[in-house]
C-alpha cells in the first residue's frame, strides 16, 4: 500500500512537472513507462470520435448512437464501447483519445486517428473520411510533438514498443458494392483487391519505416451477412450474400499473404490478425451460443432487415434491446458484439488469432 502510494505521488510529480514547466532534464528523470502505448488507425470499427471534427456526413454524434456506455453519442458508430475501447481497458490503458480532439497532445498512452467510412484506397468516400494515408500523415505528426516535448531517445522507444491497431478495407468494398459494383468489375476483383492490399502495405512499411514494429489486424468481417448488404442487394435467401462473401475471402486471404511477407522483409515486424470473417459468421449463424437472440435484422435503421442505413435519421425504428442483438445499425456491431470480438483479439488461440494475439503482443 505504501509503496503504490509512493509510486502514484512520484508520477504525479513528474507529470505535473513536465506539463506545468516543459523541462527537458526533469522529464528524463521520470521513471520509464510501464505500459505500451496503443496507435489506432482505420475505420469505423475503431472510430471513437474523429469524424466528429470533420465536415462529413458520415457521423454517429446524435442519438440513439452511444446510449449505453457514455449516456452520449461520443460519435462511435454502436451504442457503446467499441474495440480499441476493450481493448485498452485489456491492456491496462486509459480509453485512447481521437486525434482531432481539440487540444489534444498528450500522446504517452497512444492515440486514435481512426475515421468512420475511411478506406486504403483515397478514392473511397473521398471528401467525407480521413483516409488511411491521411491518418499516417497526423501519425508523422504526432511523432514530431513527442520529439519536441520528450526527445529523440524517449521518442524512439515509445514509438518501437507501441502497438498499432488497424482496422481497414470494408469501406473500399462496401461502396462499390452498394453504390458502384462495376469499379471492381472494371479492374476485376483480382485486381481491385490488389491495389487495396497494396496500399495498405505502402503504408504498414511507412509506419514501419517511422519505427513501429508491432501491429494487430482485424481481417474483413462477413459484409456479406450484414444488414446493409441484404436490404441492398435484395437477399431474401440465406444468411449471407455469396457474391460479397467471394470478393471479402479474396481480400483476406491476399491480406495474409502479404502479412507473412512482411514478417520476412521488415526488421522486427510482428504481427496479429484476428479472424473476425470466421468468428463475425460463427456469431451471425449462431447467435444464441454467444448470448444473442438477434443477428438478422439490425436494431437501429428501417426497410428490409433495417438495413437502411438511417440510425438516427429520419423515419427509423430502434428495437426495445440492443443488447439481444449483434448489429446496432445496419453495418456496425452492438457494444455486445464489440466485446465479444475484442476478447478474441485480445486472448484468442491460434484457430482465431494468429501468429500471436494482441495479449501476447503487449508482453513481449
Ligand atoms: C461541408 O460540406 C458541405 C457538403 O460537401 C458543403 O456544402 C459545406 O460548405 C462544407 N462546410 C464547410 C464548413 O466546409
Ligand atoms: C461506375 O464506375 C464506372 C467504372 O469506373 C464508371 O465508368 C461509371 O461512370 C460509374 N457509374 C456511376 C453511376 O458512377
Ligand atoms: C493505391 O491505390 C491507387 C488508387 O487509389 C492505385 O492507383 C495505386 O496503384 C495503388 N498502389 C498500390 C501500391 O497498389
Ligand atoms: C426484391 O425482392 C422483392 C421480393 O423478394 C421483389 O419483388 C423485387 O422485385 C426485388 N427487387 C430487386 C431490385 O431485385
Ligand atoms: C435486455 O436483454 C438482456 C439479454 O437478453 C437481458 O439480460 C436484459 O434484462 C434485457 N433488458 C431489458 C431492459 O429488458
Ligand atoms: C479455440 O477457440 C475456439 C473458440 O473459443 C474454440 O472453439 C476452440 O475449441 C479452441 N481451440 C483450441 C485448440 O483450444
Redo the contacts with the bound molecule.
Keep these: 500500500m505504501v509503496s503504490l502510494r509512493f509510486c502514484f505521488c512520484f508520477f504525479l510529480f513528474c507529470a505535473s512537472n513536465v506539463i506545468l514547466i516543459p523541462n527537458k532534464s526533469l522529464a528524463k528523470t521520470c521513471p520509464p513507462r510501464q505500459h505500451k502505448a496503443l496507435f489506432v488507425f482505420g475505420d469505423s470499427l475503431f472510430d471513437v470520435g474523429n469524424n466528429n471534427y470533420i465536415n462529413t456526413t458520415d457521423q454517429a454524434n446524435f442519438a440513439p448512437y452511444g446510449e449505453k456506455f457514455f449516456k452520449y453519442p461520443s460519435g462511435r458508430f454502436t451504442n457503446g464501447r467499441v474495440i480499441p475501447d476493450f481493448i485498452a481497458e485489456f491492456a491496462k490503458l486509459p480509453l485512447i483519445q481521437p486525434y482531432l480532439f481539440p487540444g489534444n497532445r498528450d500522446y504517452i498512452d497512444g492515440i486514435n486517428f481512426a475515421s468512420g467510412g475511411a478506406g486504403a484506397l483515397v478514392e473511397t468516400n473521398q471528401g467525407l473520411v480521413i483516409d488511411l494515408k491521411t491518418q499516417l500523415s497526423y501519425f508523422k505528426r504526432v511523432i514530431k510533438v513527442l520529439r519536441q516535448e520528450r526527445g529523440d531517445a524517449e521518442t524512439k522507444s515509445l514509438v518501437a514498443g507501441a502497438v498499432y491497431l488497424i482496422s481497414i478495407g470494408s469501406n473500399d468494398y462496401l461502396g462499390p458494392l452498394s453504390q458502384n459494383s462495376s469499379i471492381i468489375s472494371s479492374y476485376s476483383p483480382e485486381k481491385y483487391v490488389d491495389m487495396v492490399i497494396g496500399n495498405l502495405t505502402t503504408v504498414i512499411k511507412e509506419m514501419h519505416n517511422q519505427g513501429g514494429r508491432t501491429f494487430g489486424f482485424v481481417n474483413l468481417g462477413p459484409l456479406g451477412c450484414t444488414p446493409l448488404v441484404k436490404a441492398l442487394l435484395n437477399g431474401s435467401e440465406g444468411l449471407c450474400r455469396e457474391e460479397v462473401s467471394s470478393i471479402v475471402n479474396l481480400h483476406n486471404t491476399a491480406l495474409l499473404v502479404e502479412l507473412q511477407k512482411l514478417e520476412k522483409q521488415l526488421k522486427g515486424f510482428k504481427y496479429s490478425v484476428l479472424n473476425f470473417y470466421d468468428v463475425g459468421f460463427d456469431v451471425i449463424s449462431h447467435p444464441s451460443k454467444y448470448?444473442?437472440?438477434e443477428a438478422s435484422e439490425a436494431c437501429c435503421g428501417s426497410g428490409p432487415y433495417r438495413g437502411y442505413y438511417n440510425c438516427g435519421g429520419k423515419g427509423y425504428e430502434l428495437c426495445?434491446?440492443?443488447?439481444?442483438y449483434v448489429f446496432f445499425d445496419a453495418v456496425h456491431p452492438t457494444e455486445?458484439a464489440y466485446e465479444i470480438f475484442s476478447q478474441f483479439i485480445w486472448n484468442g488461440n491460434h484457430t482465431i488469432t494468429g501468429p500471436y494475439n494482441l495479449k501476447a503482443l503487449f508482453q513481449l
Excluded: L, Q, R, V
Design positions: 448470448g444473442f437472440k426495445k434491446n440492443a443488447t439481444e455486445g
